[in-house]
Nanobody, 130 residues
Framework: HVQLVESGGGSVQAGGSLRLSCTVS????????MAWFRQAPGKEREGVAR????????YYADSMKGRFTISKDYAKNTVYLQMNSLKPEDTAMYYC????????????????????????WGQGTQVTVS
């Protein structure tokens, strides 16, 4: 079965940095979508960043562009989210998720960035920015 385990969360001051890790097991070494979502108290879940392993193509929500970077270590089966210039509004529970690609050719991730498109989820790691 598929398991995703996040780590790297914590408390930092505004302007600081954190690197989140998501270690994946149970998925074949092929083409799939990996994404980071977050959810703050009283707010809906939102997509943060995603990467398609078949192409390396990435996507970032507007508020994260220029500050966050998603990457994958294929040998370690680990996805990272490097977060720089953190702001108090980044405070949330961050979740790693995995899902299948769509479309023809080399495939791609769904453009709507919806949680329903990702069947596999980690337990979450808390990020608090003061």
């Amino acid at each position: 079965h598929v398991q995703l385990v996040e780590s790297g969360g914590g408390s930092v001051q505004a302007g600081g940095s954190l690197r989140l890790s998501c270690t994946v097991s149970g998925l074949t070494n092929g083409r799939y979508c990996m994404a980071w979502f977050r959810q703050a108290p009283g707010k809906e879940r939102e997509g943060v960043a995603r990467i398609y392993t078949g192409s390396g193509n990435t996507y970032y929500a507007d508020s994260m562009k220029g500050r966050f970077t998603i990457s994958k270590d294929y040998a370690k089966n680990t996805v990272y989210l490097q977060m720089n210039s953190l702001k108090p509004e980044d405070t949330a529970m961050y979740y790693c998720a995995a899902g299948p690609p769509v479309g023809g050719g080399d495939g791609h991730c769904t453009s709507r960035f919806a949680g329903d498109d990702y069947p596999y989820w980690g337990q979450g790691t808390q990020v608090t920015v003061s």
